[in-house]
């Protein structure tokens, strides 16, 4: 099967972004692990699919799958590029775009300059939304990781977030503990384990090991986390720029109830086609 792709990334979070409206794709987890495969495929971070809308409301769905090839309901720097893709595919030439994911609508709105910024909609706190084993919804959670206590937030953008808070980011034993708290009992579908250093109340850095694909140069949906958690814990103010190792972005959220808004950059790598 010969797929036409494009490969994009949002501040070096890496995407192939594959139409799925005008050609028919029956894509399996193996083909998802094929396409996103550094040396026999093309390579990404994620793989984005667009499909046609499965309702009246929304312009198109879409889906978002892991190098591991399993299937997320969120991701907020590919909402950024799907935006852009869609317009430079000319599926659509609406500026303002709303789309259906597993993990519920948002709304894209193209802005200069390739930017684009997503309405992620509102974190969701309550256990059985993340989802998170614990009895009762809490501001942290105490994680037993090798026999060490971790304090962690831990909310859904659409997919699992839990986030630590740790001093400076570039020491934070990432390599040891992401792989631990992605794949802890705790949660039932895996999280993407955020490791947020507080600047001050407007700055962040922050670094991420993404559910299913590992350390990503950016995460936007755990930037957004990372800063719904800071500012519960009273740390951050509305306005909040978060430096990944790819990048910054932007988010901004009012609080409890509101949407969450990311804002950055859009990039177009090069375009081919692949036989799987
Ligand atoms: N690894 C994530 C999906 C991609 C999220 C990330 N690339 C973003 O920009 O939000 C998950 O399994 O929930």
């Known amino acids: 099967m010969a797929i036409r792709f494009t490969k994009m990334h949002g501040i070096g979070n890496d995407f192939v972004v594959l139409d799925g409206v005008t ?27 667009a499909e046609p ?11 978002i799958f892991n190098a591991d090839g399993s ?10 590029c799907f935006a852009r893709f869609l317009r430079h595919r000319k599926l659509t030439a609406k500026r303002l775009i709303t789309v259906e994911t597993q ?5 894209l709105r193209v802005l200069d300059k390739h930017e684009v910024e997503v309405d992620m909609g509102a974190p969701r706190l309550e ?40 001093d400076d980011v ?11 708290i992605e794949g802890h009992p705790a949660f039932p579908e895996r999280v993407n384990a955020g490791f947020a ?12 090991y993404e559910r299913g694909a590992g350390e990503t140069l950016a995460c936007g949906s755990g930037a957004c986390a990372a800063v719904v958690w800071g500012r519960r814990q009273g740390w951050l103010d509305e306005q909040v720029t978060v430096h990944l190792p790819g990048g910054k972005l932007s988010v901004s959220w009012a ?12 990039a177009i790598a090069f375009e081919g086609t692949i036989r799987l």
């Open 197 to 208: 250093e507080i600047v001050d109340r407007g700055t962040l850095r922050l670094r991420v």
């Open 23 to 49: 050609q028919q794709l029956q894509l399996k987890p193996r083909d998802i692990r094929r396409l996103a495969d550094r040396r026999r495929g093309v390579g990404c971070d994620q793989v984005l699919i």
């Open 170 to 180: 570039a020491h934070c034993d990432l390599e040891r503990l992401g792989p631990e």
């Open 71 to 80: 299937e997320a309901g969120q991701c907020g720097n590919g909402a950024r």
């Open 53 to 63: 809308p499965g309702r009246p409301d929304v312009d198109f769905r879409y889906r």
């Open 127 to 166: 256990p059985a939304d993340i989802p998170l084993d614990r009895p009762a919804r809490a501001d942290s959670y105490d994680l037993t990781v090798d026999g060490e206590t971790l304090r962690v937030g831990a909310l859904s953008m659409g997919n699992p977030h839990a986030v630590l808070r740790v």
């Open 103 to 107: 993990g519920g609508l948002m709304t």
């Open 255 to 266: 609080g409890d109830g509101e949407p969450v808004l990311l804002r950055g950059p859009t």
